[in-house]
């Protein structure tokens, strides 16, 4: 566990960092202005500045809550994580819970920021919401839930009131790196049961809320993709890597990399770790090699399995990146929640998910898999076929024809870029490929226009 002067150190790092970002912005900008306005025509964006106790100072709680992990090792590279290896530009331990420092981090280089509030179509709140919920979740504020947010509240309603009044924070939004169940419990809830009310108040019904899941009614949230280990810098490495998976042979029909399933509860999961338990490593057959593999191999596999239970995958990709890139098609059943962030874990890999509901990915991601394409590129099995009826996940899969299955790989390659957070500070030539922060900046810009 961090020591707390190795903790003050990363948190004075991080406030004197981002605080230099924030003192030259009005020069920049300036500059900005004159040069790509047109560009920038209702693409605007102002950084609301907050205190440091909304952001940077919530740093200093990375292992205050022995019942969580201790996060303070993943705070390195601003979010990213360390590196998987010293020699390595572009794999990290990333810990999703950090997205909200992620795209902080990156939105400081966003090419059309305003200081003027008047001139922007959207104000970012660099506030972090999921780690602040720590507290709240599983500390000593656990009684005090329903205050969540009541203290940014008070700051955008009393400090330069007029740009939260502006628009009745329509045009605001925030990160907020947890399923948007965890913010979401009622007011009215005594004793609170789990989660914060965050999402609940009244006052933030307007913003929107950019989650890691989010639920399927309420018009504030939206979910984007899990961040991955991925995080290319430049062109280069990010066409290395698109060879590597390309060229990668694919020895095993499928894989499925998850724990859970060891209940004697008919359940999803339970299902895909009996037929993997049950199926063997055979010789070679003409029709399973027709389908999943471009030639006969000896010794195929139908089914891989890569146990990651008590969360031992968490922040180390080498465990799964490897049977990923050797699969065809990447099992993704819903596990405590809908959402899995090996979903996008499988796309990097260049392997084709399969989903059990729609609520995995398809009702979620829907500015970065788009709906209208979701068949090209995933295939859906109903969880109730597999469980209660009998289905067997791999002869859905072998019945593929193998020009199918190349051509739907060939498209997971392609939403490739769509899905990962480059690193910050990347080449020219790799900013010009849209990643999953700059598509989500473009959805919050659609669907705030849409409301003003």
């Not at 639920?215 to 290395?240: D, G, I, K, M, N």
């Not at 109903?382 to 289905?391: R, T, Y």
């Not at 859905?396 to 910050?424: C, F, G, T």
Request: charged share 25%; glycine share 4%; net charge neutral.
């Amino acid at each position: 566990m961090a020591s707390k002067s190795t903790v003050t150190t990363l948190t004075i790092f991080f406030f004197f960092f981002f605080s230099s970002f924030f003192f030259i912005e009005p020069k920049v900008l300036s500059q900005q202005i004159s040069t790509v306005d047109s560009e920038c025509t209702d693409r605007w964006i102002h950084i609301r500045t907050l205190p440091s106790r909304f952001n940077l100072d919530l740093l200093s709680t990375c292992n205050r809550y022995p019942i969580t992990d201790d996060l303070c090792p993943y705070l390195a590279n601003h979010g990213l994580g360390p590196k998987t290896h010293t020699r390595t530009r572009s794999w990290y331990r990333t810990d999703p819970l950090l997205l909200e420092l992620i795209f902080h981090r990156r939105i400081v280089e966003y090419p059309c920021l305003t200081p003027d509030p008047n001139l922007a179509s959207a104000v970012y709140l660099p506030y972090y919401a999921g780690i602040d919920s720590l507290r709240y979740l599983y500390g000593p504020d656990l009684n005090s839930s329903a205050d969540h947010g009541s203290d940014l509240l008070e700051f955008l309603t009393r400090d330069q009131p007029e740009i939260w009044s502006r628009r009745s924070g329509h045009d605001h939004f925030l990160v907020m790196a947890r399923p948007a169940w965890d913010f979401s419990q009622s007011l009215t809830v005594d004793p609170p049961i789990w989660g914060t009310s965050f999402l609940e108040r009244r006052e933030f019904f307007n913003l929107t809320a950019l989650t890691l899941e989010s639920r399927f009614w309420p018009w504030q949230e939206q979910a984007v993709p899990y961040p991955t280990s991925f995080h290319p810098h430049s062109l280069p490495f990010l066409e290395s890597w698109i060879r590597r998976v390309r060229r990668s042979r694919r020895t095993s029909l499928m894989l499925f990399a998850g724990g859970g399933g060891t209940s004697s509860t008919p359940n999803i999961r339970r299902s895909i770790r009996l037929e993997c338990t049950n199926t063997n490593i055979t010789e070679t057959e003409p029709e399973i090699s027709s389908n999943f593999s471009s030639e006969p191999k000896p010794k195929n596999k139908i089914c891989d399995f890569v146990d990651c239970s008590n969360g031992i995958c968490e922040h180390d990709p080498i465990r799964f990146m490897k049977p990923m890139l050797q699969s065809s098609f990447c099992l993704q059943p819903p596990g405590d929640t809908p959402t899995r962030k090996a979903t996008f874990d499988g796309i990097i890999a260049g392997c084709i998910p399969v989903f059990f509901e729609d609520q995995t990915a398809k009702m979620q991601y829907n500015w970065h898999l788009p709906e209208s394409e979701f068949s090209e590129y995933s295939v859906t099995i109903p969880k109730e076929d597999v469980v209660f009826k009998g289905v067997r996940i791999a002869d859905v899969l072998m019945s593929i024809p193998k020009e199918e299955v190349a051509r739907m790989r060939e498209r997971v390659i392609e939403m490739m870029p769509r899905v990962m957070y480059r690193r910050h500070g990347a080449s020219l030539g790799l900013m010009n490929k849209k990643d999953a922060v700059d598509i989500a900046i473009d959805g919050v810009l659609k669907k705030i226009k849409s409301r003003v």
